[in-house]
C-alpha cells in the first residue's frame, strides 16, 4: 500500500489506471470474493483521486482500493450478507467506516463476500456460493470474511474490511497468509455493521502486511457518536518505524498449546516466538484457566444475541418477503424460514432457546459470569506481560467440503481467537511459517485494550524480520 502510495506521486502509476486492472481481474476471478463489484463507483473516485493528487495531497489512502465485506452498508451499493433475506437491499448511507475512508480518498471497490449473516468460519454458507482459498482452491479460505481475505492475498484489492464476532477477521487471515486486526471492542464504529452479536462484533482492517493494517486502522478508529458503544478517548498514534522489541514481555498460555492443536501449526508459531526472543523479547509462561470455556460461552451469548438481533427480518421493513396464507404470522414464518439459510437458523434457534424462560438464567446469564472471568483472566496476564502470543487457529486451511456435516468441528476452529472478543481486546494474526503442503499458518498476538499501537509496533518488527507475509500464493 506504502508502495503504490509513492507510484501515484512518482505517476509511475495512475489510480485508475490501477482499478481497471483490478476489474478485469476480478471479473476473471475463479475465486468467489466478491459479491457486488461498483465498476462505475471505483472508476469516477479514482477520477476524483487523481486530481487531489496533481493538486498535491500526501494523504497515503488516496487512490487505493479497498474491499468492504458485505454486512457493513455502503450508500448505493447492495449490502446482502450473503443472505436470500437481504439480497434487494441497497443502503442510503454508509457505514463510518466506510465515510471515513471516503474522506481519507480511499477507492470502494467492492464488496466482498462472506458466511450468511457472518455466522461461519469457512465462508461456506453464502447465498452466492463459497469462496475459494487462492492458495489451493479446493480448500477454505477460512471465515467468515473470507471474500476479504481472499481477495486481499490474491492481489484484488490493496486491502479490505472485514467484521470479527469471533475470529472472522483472524482466521481467515491465517488461512490466506495475510494479516488481520481485530481492534478493541469500541476503538472503531460499529455504525452501519449489520448486527449479529452487538457486544462481540468488531470491525477492523485486513492487508497483506501489518503496515497496512496499521494505515487502514488508524483511518477507521475513534469516537463515534452513532454508535452507543464507541469509547470517547485518545488513541495513541501509529508508529510506521515498527517497535522495538527489547524489553517486551510476550506471555505464552499452555491453554493454548494443548490437545487437538496440529503438530505443523504449533511449531510454526513456537518459532515465530523464538525469533521475538531473537529481537531482544523476553518470553514467559502465563496462564489462563478460563479460557476453556470459552467456545461454551460464545456459543451462548452469541446466539443469543443473533436470536434478538436478526428478529428485525419479518419481511415487512425491508429486505425479502414471501407471502403466506394471508396471516400476518403466517408470512413472518414464510420470509425467515426462505430467507435464512440452515446456519442462521440453527444459530436463532440455539438463542432464542438459552434466552427462553427457564433457561436464561442457566445459559446466559452463567455465561456472563463465565466471560467476567475470562476477562479478569487477561487483566491478570497482562500485569506480567506486555502481549499474549499463541497460534490464530489450531489447524491450517482444509478442504471446502470437510466438516460441513459437523457444526461442532467448525465451530471449535475458534478456540484461540473467541477469547479476544468476550474481553474487548485487540489481537492480531501474522504469518508465521507455511505446512509441508504449502498452506500458510498464521499467529496471534494479543495487548491489553487500546494498546494496537503495541500490538501493530510489535507485527511491524516482526515483519521486518521475516519474510512470511510477502509470499504470493
Keep these: 500500500m506504502l508502495e503504490t502510495a509513492r507510484q501515484f506521486r512518482c505517476s509511475t502509476v495512475r489510480p485508475t489506471e490501477l482499478v481497471e486492472g483490478l476489474i478485469d481481474k476480478i471479473r476473471d476471478d475463479s475465486l468467489n470474493a466478491y459479491i457486488t463489484l ?73 464488496k466482498t463476500n462472506l458466511d450468511e449473516f457472518a455466522m461461519g468460519s469457512t465462508t461456506t454458507t453464502s447465498n452466492i456460493g463459497p469462496t475459494k482459498n487462492p492458495w489451493d482452491e479446493t480448500r477454505t479460505p477460512g471465515g467468515s470474511s473470507g471474500g476479504s481475505a481472499a481477495a486481499v492475498a490474491a492481489g484484488l484489492c490493496l486491502g479490505a474490511l ?7 477477521i483472524r482466521q481467515p487471515a491465517s488461512f490466506c497468509g495475510i494479516t488481520g486486526l481485530k481492534p478493541t471492542y469500541g476503538s472503531v464504529s460499529r455504525y452501519g455493521l449489520v448486527a449479529f452479536a452487538s457486544s462481540l462484533d468488531q ?46 514481555c510476550i506471555g505464552v498460555p499452555d491453554e493454548f498449546f494443548a490437545e487437538g492443536l496440529s503438530p505443523e501449526v504449533e511449531q510454526a508459531v ?3 516466538i523464538s525469533m521475538f526472543e531473537e529481537l531482544g523479547a523476553r518470553v514467559v509462561p502465563i496462564s489462563l484457566p478460563s479460557v ?34 394471508g396471516d400476518l404470522i403466517d408470512m413472518y414464518m414464510e420470509t425467515r424460514s426462505q430467507g435464512f439459510g440452515s446456519e442462521v437458523k440453527r444459530r436463532i434457534m440455539l438463542g432464542t432457546y438459552a434466552l427462553s424462560a427457564g433457561y436464561y438464567d442457566a445459559y446466559y446469564k452463567k455465561a456472563s459470569q463465565v466471560r467476567a472471568l475470562i476477562s479478569k483472566d487477561f487483566t491478570d496476564a497482562f500485569k506480567d506481560c506486555d502481549l499474549i502470543a499463541g497460534p490464530t487457529a489450531p489447524v491450517s486451511a482444509f478442504g471446502l467440503n470437510e466438516m460441513m456435516d459437523d457444526p461442532l468441528s467448525i465451530y471449535l476452529l475458534d478456540i484461540y481467537t473467541i477469547p479476544a472478543n468476550l474481553a474487548g481486546l485487540p489481537a492480531l ?38 519474510r512470511f507475509h510477502e509470499v504470493l500464493p
Excluded: W
Design 270 to 272: 513456537r518459532q515465530g
Design 203 to 248: 470491525i477492523g482492517p485486513m492487508g497483506r502486511s501489518v503496515r497496512d493494517v496499521a494505515l487502514l486502522y488508524d483511518a477507521i478508529k475513534g469516537h463515534d457518536p452513532r454508535d452507543s458503544t464507541s469509547v470517547p478517548r485518545g488513541y495513541p498514534a501509529i508508529n510506521l518505524e515498527g517497535t522495538d522489541i527489547k524489553g517486551l
Design 38 to 110: 461498483d465498476e462505475a463507483g471505483a472508476l469516477r473516485d479514482a477520477k476524483k483521486a487523481e486530481t487531489a493528487l496533481s493538486n498535491g495531497s500526501d494523504d497515503t489512502l488516496v487512490g487505493i482500493p479497498i474491499a468492504i465485506k458485505d454486512n457493513i452498508c455502503t450508500r448505493g451499493i447492495q449490502t446482502t450478507c450473503a443472505s436470500d433475506i437481504l439480497k434487494n437491499f441497497t443502503p442510503t448511507y454508509d457505514a463510518t467506516v466506510v465515510a471515513r475512508l471516503r474522506d481519507r480518498g480511499a477507492i470502494i471497490i467492492g
Design 292 to 325: 476453556r470455556y470459552g467456545v461454551a460461552v460464545y456459543y451462548i451469548i452469541a446466539t443469543a444475541e443473533a436470536s434478538s438481533n436478526l428478529a428485525r427480518y419479518d419481511g415487512v421493513r425491508y429486505g425479502v418477503r414471501k407471502d403466506g396464507s
Design 429 to 466: 494474526s501474522i504469518p508465521c511459517g507455511f505446512t509441508g503442503d504449502g498452506m500458510p499458518i498464521g499467529m496471534q498476538l494479543m495487548a491489553p485494550h487500546f494498546r494496537e499501537d503495541t500490538l501493530l509496533g510489535a507485527g511491524m518488527t516482526f515483519q521486518d524480520h521475516t
Design 162 to 168: 472485514g467484521s470479527d464476532t469471533g475470529g472472522s
